[in-house]
């Protein structure tokens, strides 16, 4: 982070100005909404300022900048049109260890202005660290549709019963876990109806209730990488879990989506490095739940598909342990869709096969033949170090050695890289190009089709939000 984001207190601050313009006018105006003590320094003053003056709320000093006037303030705005002017109060304010915010000049700044949405008390503070202020503001207006306007009676009401809580239910998670009813409750509904008095009833009975820290599980699906592709239910399990237990597969950008405060356990298997034994992690499951905590068990993909989700909640019910399951996109889906891959084309392929290149060392052979069927597009995950074994059983099962076939690495993510060829060179594929894991085996005549659907990494993408603001009125 280049800015620390900081919520400061100005009621009765010592803030000045330098300049009496239009500009100088709009941060005025915000730090006067703040309750600052405003100085003006300038020679001439619109009349707002003047205005200010009259009632009290600004003192306005007509004149040049000096240095002296510096002596006792807290915050330092520098917003005239004479950019020497804006350079001198900066390094006389930097001289002084004081925070400074040169107007339009972001180099010049030890503080920066951010978009606000206030829902007071709830405010929330959106910045490009000055780099693009008109897409901090776009972004602004795109919230401000989306935030109810009760969400600041919301706050002021359940603030006023902190204390409350805080005496009656002992312990950070468990207030936590209180706090998550309310907002899941018809409090929130009275609020929005504007029937205060009846939502600070409920809010009552709600406390007088016995409270229960009943543990549960969430099983969670996070897709193959990209965190655009999670479900809202997954990001919003994310946010109430008091602990993330996780898999090496769920990428870095999904996990700083995780609540900051939650503990998080890396649970992660890879081939043969195996890390935590699947029956310990059931386990600790078993154990964070029964201690009364909300568990997030995030995967990779699809907890259901080839994610051992089913192994999890088997363990779960001896114990009576609440849980919910969320699915995930599939690595199959995922990295397919975002490799230009279609799994089935009227075409190509009428069906698709999900295999697992990984199964207990005791486990049999797959039907190679079944898998080996024409017009059928064939998935293979963690196939990474038997592609020569498969190579070979496709082969002999009849599967052309002329089949195309696709091999993703690091699907849907930025370092997504795809490498092409046919089943008889699988194995070298791998080994020429050193693919490592997660990677995923695509096998069948759609393959042939990602030259032309290729469109990941390959040409300028927008974001979600970008279409949406462009078109915005």
């Not at 300049?19 to 941060?27: D, E, F």
């Not at 606000?116 to 202020?133: M, Q």
């Not at 204390?163 to 876990?177: D, E, L, M, P, T």
């Not at 869709?337 to 207990?360: E, K, M, N």
């Amino acid at each position: 982070m280049q800015y620390l984001p900081l919520f400061v207190k100005l009621t009765d601050k010592p803030v000045l100005i330098i300049g009496g313009g239009s500009v100088a006018l709009r941060k005025a105006g915000t730090l006067l909404s703040a309750g600052a003590r405003l100085t003006v320094v300038a020679k001439q003053f619109t009349d707002d300022f003047v205005q200010w003056q009259q009632q009290g709320k600004a003192t306005l000093i007509h004149g040049s900048f000096d240095p002296v006037q510096l002596d006792g303030m807290l915050l330092v705005i520098a917003a005239t049109d004479d950019d020497q002017l804006n350079d001198t109060v900066y390094q006389a304010a930097t001289a002084r260890n004081m925070l400074v915010n040169t107007v339009d000049d972001q180099p010049k700044c030890s503080f920066i202005f951010p978009s606000i949405i206030d829902r007071s008390p709830i405010l929330i503070a959106i910045s490009s660290f000055g780099t693009a202020p008109v897409l901090a503001r776009r972004l602004r207006e795109k919230l401000e549709a989306l935030l109810p306007q009760h969400l600041g009676p919301l706050a002021q009401l359940v603030g006023r019963f902190r204390s409350k809580v805080k005496a009656k239910i002992s312990g950070f998670a468990a207030r936590r876990q209180f706090w998550e009813q309310v907002f899941d409750s018809d409090v929130v509904r009275d609020v929005q109806a504007n029937q205060l008095q009846q939502a600070e009833q409920r809010l009552e009975q709600l406390l007088a209730q016995p409270q229960q820290q009943a543990g549960e599980v969430y099983v969670v699906g996070a897709g193959p990488g990209d965190p655009e592709l999670l479900t809202l239910k997954a990001l919003q399990l994310m946010q109430q879990a008091d602990v993330v237990v996780y898999d090496y597969l769920v990428s870095d950008e999904i996990m700083q989506l995780v609540r900051r405060d939650a503990e998080r356990i890396c649970v992660g298997k890879r081939a043969g490095d195996h890390s935590v034994p699947q029956q310990d992690t059931n386990q600790l499951l078993i154990a964070l739940a029964l201690a009364g905590k909300k568990v997030c068990r995030l995967k990779g993909g699809d907890p259901f598909i080839f994610g051992r989700g089913g192994e999890e909640i088997q363990a779960l019910l001896p114990h009576n342990i609440a849980f919910q399951v969320v699915p995930g996109v599939t690595a199959a889906a995922g990295c397919a869709a975002y490799a230009g891959i279609p799994l089935t084309h009227r075409d190509y392929a009428q069906s698709v096969q999900f295999v697992t290149g990984h199964c207990r060392p005791d486990g049999t052979e797959p039907d190679w033949h079944s898998m080996s069927k024409s017009n059928q597009t064939l998935v293979i995950y963690m196939g990474l170090m038997k592609a020569a074994h498969i190579q070979q059983q496709l082969t002999i099962a009849g599967r052309s050695g002329k089949t195309p076939v696709a091999i993703i690495e690091n699907g849907t993510r930025r370092e997504q890289r795809i490498v092409t060829g046919e089943l008889d060179n699988l194995a070298a594929l791998v080994q020429q190009h050193q693919v490592s894991s997660p990677a995923l085996l695509v096998i069948g005549e759609v393959v042939s089709l990602q030259q032309d659907l290729h469109w990941f990494g390959q040409k300028p993408q927008s974001a979600v939000f970008g279409q949406a603001l462009t078109r915005m009125e």
